[in-house]
């Protein structure tokens, strides 16, 4: 089935509407000086370089321009697009090139209820969609696949080294509508991490230092065998006044299949404004 809406339309629908909250008033919230907790509703801008390598020996580049956006204290967005993004398959055999271009475009939506709040714990509820946004015609830089996910999320205050947080993001990713290059998507997707300080804010160079591990558990119910990966990723940051910059190392646990992910490296940086 042909998408009713181009990549192009969807990127200019997007666009025009992030100009026009960029100018809206920017909500008051209650924010964490780190931009990695889900319960931080404010307004931020995130972007990140992320490298990637597959068990296949397919290799990914892309700069993306992740942020949110505070609608209010109970309700928030995130967007993530791949403004830059290059897929190498020359390792692949003789057919093997790059790909460069634009990649598909995620929005994320959190609602935060009064009644699921409480001084120790939050629970949050939300979808994410994923909008075939890939500049590419042969959908390599994309799904071609209009995708749902329903996602509830758990976070809890603990104390370890010093007061910080362990988040649950769960995610079942489905498909709604196919392109001529869709597939049919039925996930579950973890995001698991625990949020560690490691000194005190500070102007010093080891001051405002914090390490968040990330786990993320996958079950493809779609795949007849090599269902499960596990995916590991210990970030490492450091405050700033202004926001905080990080460095993300990753790597592949459990990783039977061909399109598993191998390793990973993340660098980016949080920017609140205020």
């Not at 995916?231 to 006044?241: H, Y």
């Amino acid at each position: 089935m042909k998408n009713c809406l181009s990549g192009n339309k969807l990127l200019t629908i997007f666009l025009f509407g992030l100009f026009v909250l960029s100018y809206a008033s920017l909500a008051a919230a209650k924010e964490d000086k780190t931009g990695t907790d889900p319960r931080g509703f404010s307004s931020k801008l995130m972007p990140y370089y992320l490298h990637t390598e597959l068990e296949n020996g397919l290799k990914v580049d892309q700069l993306n321009l992740f942020g949110m956006y505070a609608f209010g204290p109970k309700m928030a967005m995130t967007y993530d697009l791949p403004v830059w993004k290059e897929v190498d398959s020359t390792d692949l055999g003789p057919l093997g090139n790059k790909e460069s271009g634009i990649g598909d475009l995620g929005l994320r939506f959190f609602y935060k209820p009064d009644f699921a709040q409480s001084e120790k714990a939050s629970h949050m509820f939300g979808f994410e969609a994923t909008l075939p946004t890939a500049s590419d015609p042969e959908y390599v830089l994309g799904s071609d696949t209009w995708i749902l996910s329903p996602m509830y999320v758990f976070v809890h205050n603990i104390k370890l080294i010093s007061p910080g947080f362990v988040a649950m993001m769960n995610f079942y990713d489905f498909d709604i509508e196919k392109g001529t290059n869709g597939s049919d998507i039925s996930r579950f997707r973890g995001r698991w991490f625990l949020m560690q300080p490691l000194s005190k804010p500070g102007p010093g160079l080891f001051s405002g230092l914090y390490l968040l591990p990330e786990l993320q558990p996958v079950y493809d119910f779609e795949k007849d065998d090599n269902e499960f990966s596990l995916w590991f990723a210990p970030e490492f940051g450091k405050m700033m006044p202004w926001g905080a910059i990080y460095l993300k190392p990753g790597i592949g646990i459990i990783k039977d299949d061909d399109l598993d992910r191998d390793w990973t490296c993340e660098l980016g940086l949080r920017y609140f404004f205020k």
